[in-house]
T-cell receptor
Framework: DAGVTQSPTHLIKTRGQQVTLRCSPK?????VSWYQQALGQGPQFIFQ???????QRGNFPDRFSGHQFPNYSSELNVNALLLGDSALYLC?????????????????FGDGTRLSIL | QKEVEQNSGPLSVPEGAIASLNCTYS??????FFWYRQYSGKSPELIMS????GDKEDGRFTAQLNKASQYVSLLIRDSQPSDSATYLC??????????FGKGTMLLVSP
């Protein structure tokens, strides 16, 4: 049973460029969340996708955008890269919360994409 | 602003001892609580989840939750050098988003 898979593993970009990171959720999961983890910090929530729509968003600028596909896989796009965007980008998948918005399903993380901005 | 506070450590314990990791959170409506283990250069790995007040045991791990005090803890019995890692406390709100602490580094010496 494949877990959460992310690609690429590592990426080096320069300031001002754009990047796309990809995630395939664990089998049976339909909700994908993205997190940014800077060195020495805990992961910070970027946004969450369910049924191909952004359901929740953290405190990140519009340069960060995403997409979810019908097969539940997801992409994270970052435009106009800044040095401060250098971090480990983590994708986590889970099963859907209930329609009332409550949910307590554990999230399982992929191995992450380490993004370095020069 | 939701906050999750952890002592950054490092917490040093000898092999075979009990390691006690603590976490406090600010959002009273938080519903679910998780502990993740993260080895250096790796991604977080879920080790425990707890949803109601009291203790939950899984092998050498025990999670404790006190919602009135907004406090979560993780006990690791018979600590092993392989337990050396950063332990992240995470709190989930009603919208299934996680807020993490900065993590506590645990060092278990042989």
């Amino acid at each position: 049973d494949a877990g959460v898979t992310q690609s690429p593993t590592h990426l080096i970009k320069t300031r001002g460029q754009q990047v796309t990171l990809r995630c395939s959720p664990k089998s049976g999961h339909d909700t994908v969340s993205w997190y940014q983890q800077a060195l020495g910090q805990g992961p910070q929530f970027i946004f969450q996708y369910y049924e191909e729509e952004e359901r929740q968003r953290g405190n990140f600028p519009d340069r960060f955008s995403g997409h979810q596909f019908p097969n539940y896989s997801s992409e994270l796009n970052v435009n106009a890269l800044l040095l401060g965007d250098s971090a480990l980008y983590l994708c986590a998948s889970s099963t859907a919360a209930t329609m009332t918005g409550t949910g307590n399903q554990p999230q399982h993380f992929g191995d992450g994409t380490r993004l370095s901005i020069l | 602003q939701k906050e999750v506070e952890q002592n950054s450590g490092p917490l040093s314990v000898p092999e075979g001892a009990i390691a006690s990791l603590n976490c406090t959170y600010s959002d009273r409506v938080s519903q679910s609580f998780f502990w993740y283990r993260q080895y250096s250069g790796k991604s977080p790995e879920l080790i425990m989840s707890i949803y109601s007040n009291g203790d939950k045991e899984d092998g050498r791990f025990t999670a404790q939750l006190n919602k009135a005090s907004q406090y979560v803890s993780l006990l690791i019995r018979d600590s092993q050098p392989s337990d050396s890692a950063t332990y992240l406390c995470a709190v989930m709100d009603g919208y299934s988003t996680l807020t993490f602490g900065k993590g506590t580094m645990l060092l278990v010496s042989p």
